[in-house]
């Protein structure tokens, strides 16, 4: 398994504003996954970001509004970019362990 | 079109009783299956996972899920519901090969009667 972190756990923020959330592993992965979840919905992918390479764009979703960085095998940044209201969501990164995907505890975003 | 149902949105029962949570996939071959259970305010926790081999799988907190091939079927079950339990469940799959991408139903989320 994994044990992961992600920083801020929640935030409230203004309309217009970016906001960076890291995600920090115990160990090291490839593959780390980037999800949104809306309130009362299931998750939705935004992006996979493998170390060393550029992160992959699910459709809808585009590397000006969710930047990612993934400086090393631990460590992962999703931005979510000129905020408005409808990305009110929680974010969750999710490494990949051999064939299994562990989930951080997520970061509650609200957009005013 | 590569697909995950869970059919009940909701499901309430009480406590001690037994519970079965359904989970029905399209894929052309047989993917990988997981359930997964996300409490209030927390994030997703692996409750058990399929790969090959023994239909019946054993989860962790007393669960477990019986995959059943000719029915594409991936049901969740416990003999006994502990208040505890109450939370929203979401059963996955992936594929065996290739993209490693995830498809999640929609989530069924459990309320249990003290």
């Known amino acids: 398994s994994a044990v992961i972190s992600q920083k801020p756990s929640r935030d409230i923020c203004q309309r217009g504003t970016s906001l960076t959330i890291q995600c920090q592993v115990d160990?090291?992965?490839?593959?780390m996954f980037w999800y949104r979840q809306q309130p009362g919905q299931s998750l939705t992918l935004i992006a996979t970001a493998n170390q060393g390479s550029e992160a992959t764009y699910e459709s809808g979703f585009v590397i000006d509004k969710f930047p990612i960085s993934r400086p090393n095998l631990t460590f992962s940044t999703l931005t979510v970019s000129n905020m408005s209201p409808e990305d009110s969501s929680i974010y969750l990164c999710s490494p990949r362990v051999g064939e299994t995907q562990y989930f951080g505890p997520g970061t509650r975003l609200l957009v005013l | 079109a590569q697909s995950v149902t869970q059919p009940d949105i909701h499901i309430t029962v009480s406590e001690g009783a037994s519970l079965e949570l359904r989970c029905n996939y399209s894929y052309g071959a047989t993917p990988y299956l997981f359930w997964y259970v996300q409490s209030p305010g927390q994030g997703l926790q692996l409750l058990l996972k399929y790969f090959s081999g023994d239909t019946l799988v054993q989860g962790i907190k007393g669960f477990e899920a019986e995959f059943k091939r000719s029915q594409s079927s991936f049901n969740l079950r416990k003999p006994s519901v502990h208040w505890s339990d109450a939370a929203e469940y979401f059963c996955a799959v992936a594929p065996s090969s290739g993209t490693y991408k995830y498809i999640f139903g929609t989530g069924t989320r459990l309320k249990v009667l003290a």
């Open positions: 160990s090291q992965v490839t593959m």
